[in-house]
């Protein structure tokens, strides 16, 4: 079966702090991957998402960059952490079908505050 | 522009009875996939029921079932028998193309109450 490790669970940086964020899934092979950010008592917004190694789109201009150096290992990093970074993080997978779209399933997520 | 509204930011229910969440949506693709997601206290997002926009008949999971009107763009989820563990934040969203990329609603909160 397929899981999905996120860590760590929590942080607390500092601002102008830098930032890596891991998320690996394990039993699949080039899964599509996501990273999505969740404001408190918000809905999800999406940050970047990977259909392969190396391949990167991102959705929202920001300090953020995201990096697929193995099939399953998606990277979430800052250089200089901003306030507004603080957020609840939570990275998806899905295996998509032939033209078509399919269910995300999500990590456990990491709490990050930037203080 | 694709976008997922959720109008309802809080709802209760007694344990036991039954509740219906709304959730409308705008797309302009003609095909694309929609989805209830719960997230409970410990803020896993756990999928609760998935629906093909090609397919006519709702889907359903157990006590879960969802009202699909396409023309409409409506998108509602009911919970039948509503238990203590069902409390929880709910997101409807929206998936299209190629890269599944989802478009979420701003969630309900839903308590049930012993």
């Known amino acids: 079966s397929q899981t999905i490790h996120q860590w760590p669970a929590t942080l607390v940086q500092p601002v102008g702090s830098p930032l890596s964020l891991e998320c690996t899934v394990e039993?699949?092979?080039?899964?599509?991957l996501y990273w999505y950010r969740q404001a408190a008592g918000r809905g999800l917004q999406l940050l970047f998402y990977?259909?392969?190694?190396?391949?990167i789109s991102s959705e929202v201009p920001q300090n953020l960059s995201a990096s697929r150096p193995q099939d399953r290992q998606f990277i979430l990093s800052s250089k200089k952490l901003l306030l507004s970074d603080s957020g609840f993080y939570l990275c998806?997978?899905?295996?998509?079908?032939?033209?078509?779209?399919?269910?995300?399933?999500f990590g456990p997520g990491t709490r990050l505050t930037v203080l | 522009a694709q976008t997922v509204t959720q109008s309802q930011p809080e709802m209760s229910v007694q344990e036991a009875e039954t509740v219906t969440l709304s959730c409308t949506y705008d797309?302009?693709?003609?095909?694309?996939?929609l989805f209830w997601y719960k997230q409970p206290p410990s803020r896993q997002m756990i999928l609760v029921i998935r629906?093909?926009?090609?397919?006519?008949q709702n889907a359903t999971e157990n006590r879960f079932s969802v009202n699909f009107q396409k023309a409409a763009k409506s998108f509602s989820l009911k919970i039948s028998d509503s238990q203590l563990g069902d409390t929880a934040m709910y997101f409807c969203?929206?998936?299209?193309?190629?890269?599944?990329?989802?478009?979420f609603g701003q969630g309900t909160t839903l308590q049930v109450k012993p």
């Open positions: 797309t302009s693709e003609s095909n694309y996939y």
């Open positions: 969203a929206l998936a299209f193309g190629n890269t599944g990329k989802l478009i």
């Open positions: 998806a997978w899905s295996v998509l079908g032939m033209g078509s779209t399919d269910t995300q399933y």
């Open positions: 990977s259909v392969g190694i190396g391949q």
């Open positions: 039993g699949t092979s080039n899964p599509n």
């Open positions: 629906q093909e926009a090609y397919k006519q």
